[in-house]
């Protein structure tokens, strides 16, 4: 596998557990990190986490987007305790007490998960900014990269359009948090429900850490066996 593909978390979205053994036995072997999203975890549990990454051998990725009150999100990753965790998403809008929180719920039960923040979702446009936070998806981006780097979270999960923005930031603050990248499509894949997307290389180009792909790969698991569009 190439350095590139082992970059690649990919989304085991919009499937159950039959589609996940039939896919991840098929490609486990050309897979390190795979994502389990909130669909998977609430039907099967904590269990399942444990089971597919026995089975395998794949790092998990837990994509609950936790966003709560401090204490809240605090008891909710010490539930967590015990389970083989890579990755695991909050969102910055919570605010600097709920990420501190976060992690030091981290420290405290699963010490070797880093936490990501998720920033602005992919599946925004600017009008929903707007709507939202009655600001450009810039500038709600910027202030909540503020948040992660003012909490030294371990990384962000944003689109790669603004890992530009995220770049010149970094410039002004020693602690510069992993780069994790959804709304990544090849070039021959429709965008489906995000707005603001990216093909791999480029945003490897642009900075990215790790991907986030789903249906692209999950659809077409040939492409898998592709590197050339990883590089």
């Known amino acids: 596998m190439s350095d590139n593909r082992k970059r690649v978390i ?5 499937m159950d557990k039959k589609e ?3 896919f991840l036995n098929e490609y486990s072997s050309d897979i390190s990190i795979v994502k389990i999203g909130m669909e998977l975890f609430y039907r099967y549990g904590r269990e399942y986490i444990l089971a597919i990454a026995q089975k395998y051998k794949v790092e998990i990725f837990l994509d609950l987007k936790l966003h709560d009150i401090p204490s809240t999100v605090y008891k909710s990753i010490r539930s967590l305790e015990g389970l083989p965790i890579k990755f695991l998403t909050i969102h910055l809008s919570g605010g600097n007490s709920m990420v501190r929180e976060a992690l030091r719920a981290r420290d405290n039960y699963i010490k070797n998960c880093k936490i ?8 925004l446009d600017q009008s929903d900014c707007n709507d939202i936070w009655a600001n450009s998806s810039e500038e709600v981006f910027k202030n909540l990269y503020k948040i992660a ?3 030294h979270i371990d990384g962000i999960v944003s689109s790669a359009h603004e890992l530009e923005v995220a770049q010149h930031l970094d410039k002004n603050d020693k602690n510069t948090p992993l780069k994790v990248c ?9 965008d489906n429900d995000q707005q603001r997307v990216m093909t791999p290389s480029q945003a490897f180009d642009q900075g990215a850490d790790y991907l986030v792909i789903g249906r692209a790969i999950t659809q077409d698991p040939q492409v898998l066996t592709k590197p050339e569009l990883f590089v």
Request: hydrophobic letters at 45%; a negative charge; glycine letters at 8%.
């Open 10 to 14: 990919v989304a085991l979205d919009n």
């Open 116 to 123: 990501l923040g998720v920033s602005v979702l992919t599946s």
């Open 182 to 190: 959804p709304g990544i499509k090849f070039a021959t894949t429709n």
């Open 20 to 22: 996940v053994d039939t």
């Open 149 to 151: 780097l003012n909490t």
